[in-house]
């Protein structure tokens, strides 16, 4: 493993420093520019061509090419952090109760998503202070140190390790959102959000093979040194993670910096945005949906939930099949739904998670509550695929539409992504063990009605608003950007590009003599009518 992670690390340097190198390949000449008029849909324009250049505004490798590496790379740095999360997150409520903690595992969950809710209003100011690299290593740290606290268990120490990891969560994935949009263009949002989460949901695979080799298959319960040594290795995985989170590159190392009162000030002004408040319904119900595939639902198949008693065949080794089976529904949902929306839209693939989730929640309703039919094993695993299929669709989906939205202030807004996620899989990890199974699927599904109407409504707003605003990228043969600058109106007399009696003397003309080149010229800028 150590090997494999030292290629690939090395390669995906390699392969950005290529990348950054080549971006910046042409810029050294330095072009005053070329004012002139130009025609454009019967009216004439003063237009500046101005070549990007090293003297002039530096150029953005994030933005010139969008590197699919830097996207595998930062989804490989999160597989061997989540390799770690991901697998105790399926086996903390069970484990604990069986060491005697009664529901201390849930209570951690409940109280870590709790301080992620809050740290992600603070969270943009932060990464706008120190930068996004080391923000997202802070975060990395502290899901280090809440494993640590689990290798052997003490209950105090374990809560504050979970509030600090809470605080940690809000750094990481805000500034995870914040570099996925330094990497990704307009057009690469739904893909590399795709990328990013096939890889990360993967950590399922490297977690359940880890879980195989520790956890006896025919024990109803884990032992005290068994638990240790599982821990004692996510710990050290999750540590490895951190380590490759110090080679990430950013072409800014530093958002636009301002006081804490005016971040968190701009932050809440994004939750009067028609826009947000549009959005927050399915970012609540992801966090519900979260919390019980993450944890109610591996409760159910290990035989811990008092409300859905099942057969002897349903033991915790169970749930290492149960990762498995989710790992390759998130790879396939996240790749497969990523792609399609760029083709098909957003919303579509929205109204499909829907009618996949309803449908897995009314087969678990009647299958394991009620037991019409006998639960076994095998439906157990095919509710679990269809519910990673369901939660890659509103990861790749959310995260898009957010990017799109708010791409001047993405870190405010994937910090309310934030927020609204942790606070709902909080209050699920509360109620969790407070009301009955049945009427946490009543929850489930209202909200899943709300959220599916809003985010339609949301999106096709979106949509209608991309298509009025006309974005211009030039490219000259060379191969170099260049941009339009509108800078005036000028009028002409009777149309004659000779009568420049309206003009200064010291402003120079692009003035075609060949009829030919004027017709090139004129439906080369004729796009700027629409500006």
């Not at 237009?47 to 505004?57: D, M, P, R």
């Not at 992600?120 to 080391?134: E, Q, T």
């Not at 893909?191 to 399922?204: H, K, T, V």
């Not at 396939?332 to 929640?361: E, H, N, Q, Y």
């Amino acid at each position: 493993c150590c090997c494999c992670c030292c290629c690939f690390c090395c390669c995906c340097c390699r392969r950005m420093d290529a990348c950054e190198s080549d971006s910046d390949g042409g810029s050294s000449s330095d072009w005053s520019g070329i004012d002139g008029l130009v025609e454009g849909g019967g009216k004439r324009f003063k237009a500046t061509l101005k070549q990007k250049s090293s003297s002039h505004v530096p150029p953005s490798p994030s933005r010139t090419t969008p590197s699919v590496w830097k996207v595998v790379y930062l989804g490989f740095c999160f597989l061997f952090i989540f390799t770690s999360f991901q697998t105790s997150s399926f086996f903390q409520a069970g484990l604990l109760k069986d060491l005697g903690f009664d529901d201390l595992g849930l209570l951690g969950l409940g109280l870590l998503y709790g301080f992620f809710a809050v740290s992600s209003f603070v969270a943009p100011f932060i990464v706008s202070k120190i930068g996004i690299r080391w923000t997202i290593i802070s975060g990395g740290v502290a899901y280090a140190l809440m494993l640590a606290s689990l290798i052997k268990v003490n209950k105090y120490i374990f809560l504050v390790a979970s509030a600090i990891n809470g605080v940690g969560s809000g750094l990481l994935w805000t500034s995870q959102g914040a570099a996925m949009v330094e990497y990704s263009s307009p057009e690469t949002q739904g893909r590399n959000s795709g990328i990013f989460w096939a890889i990360l949901q993967c950590s399922l695979l490297t977690g359940s093979g880890a879980s195989a080799l520790m956890i006896s298959p025919s024990k109803d319960k884990i032992p005290t040194h068994t638990a240790m040594l599982l821990y004692i290795a996510l710990t050290s995985v999750c540590v490895v993670g951190v380590l490759l989170l110090l080679l990430l590159k950013f072409s800014g190392e530093k958002l636009q910096s301002q006081p804490l009162w005016k971040g968190l000030k701009s932050t809440f002004k994004l939750f009067t945005y028609k826009e947000m408040l549009l959005l927050l319904p399915i970012l609540l119900f992801s966090g519900l949906l979260l919390s019980f595939w993450q944890a109610q639902y591996p409760a159910v198949i290990s035989n811990k939930n008092s409300d859905v008693p099942l057969p002897k065949e349903f033991i915790p080794f169970k749930v290492v099949y149960l990762m498995i089976v989710i790992c390759v529904a998130e790879v396939v949902g996240c790749t497969g739904f990523g792609k399609l929306s760029d083709s098909i839209g957003r919303w579509p693939i929205v109204l499909i998670g829907a009618a996949m989730c309803l449908t897995v929640l009314s087969l678990f309703y009647f299958n394991f509550i009620k037991q019409v039919w006998k639960p076994t094993l095998f439906y157990g695993y095919l509710y679990g695929f269809l519910f990673g299929l369901c939660d890659s669709v509103y990861n790749t989906q959310t995260y898009a539409a957010l990017a799109l939205s708010f791409p001047d202030e993405s870190a405010s807004a994937f910090g309310i992504n934030f927020f609204a996620r942790a606070l709902g899989s909080a209050v699920a990890f509360y109620y969790g063990e407070s009301i009955k199974m049945e009427y946490q699927l009543i929850i489930l599904v209202v909200m899943l009605l709300v959220c599916t109407i809003s985010f339609v409504i949301a999106d096709r707003n979106l949509i209608k608003k991309s298509k009025g605003i006309q974005y211009m990228m030039l490219e000259n043969k060379s191969g170099l950007d260049a941009r339009i600058q509108v800078i005036g109106q000028s009028s002409v007399s009777n149309g004659d590009p000779e009568d420049n009696s309206d003009t200064s003397e010291d402003e120079p003309f692009y003035d075609c003599e060949d009829k030919n080149e004027s017709e090139d010229n004129r439906s080369y800028f004729g796009s700027l009518k629409r500006v």
